[in-house]
């Protein structure tokens, strides 16, 4: 089988991960393919499972430059261990991008590999 074309207009660059003092996601909502475009404000961006599942978290609204964040678990507690998605929202809900994932937390320390505390997937248009 050949490649699949997505169905929304917006779309998701491979997630990633690193260490950092709290567990987070935050990553950009981008007008064009590459970083150096413009960021989107004002889009809606939902966290939860692969399925497209929402958890007990509001969508977030993107700021001024595209930014958006989630704080999964603020610095000095202990940290979220589990697995996230994420992916833009109409007004009403409404899935209108592909789904960005998975960012596996996992708690491990700053030289472990494979650590991951801060997640990210930049969406794009």
């Known amino acids: 089988p050949g490649p699949t074309t997505s169905p929304y207009q917006w779309h998701v660059n491979p ?3 690193e260490h950092a003092g709290g567990v987070y996601v935050k990553a ?3 007008d064009g393919h590459n970083q150096d475009s413009p960021g989107v404000e004002g889009m809606r961006v939902a966290l939860g499972d692969g399925s497209g599942n929402g958890y007990d978290i509001p969508p977030v609204t993107t700021t001024w430059d595209g930014t958006y964040s989630f704080t999964l678990s ?3 507690t202990p940290p979220y261990k589990g697995t996230v998605y994420v992916w833009l929202v109409d007004a009403g809900g409404k899935r209108i991008s592909d789904i960005g994932g998975p960012m596996v ?3 491990l320390g700053p030289d472990s590999p494979g650590v991951c505390w801060h997640g990210w997937v930049d969406f794009w248009r």
């Open 105 to 107: 937390f996992n708690g």
């Open 28 to 30: 950009r909502v981008y």
């Open 15 to 17: 997630a990633g991960c």
């Open 74 to 76: 603020a610095d000095g």
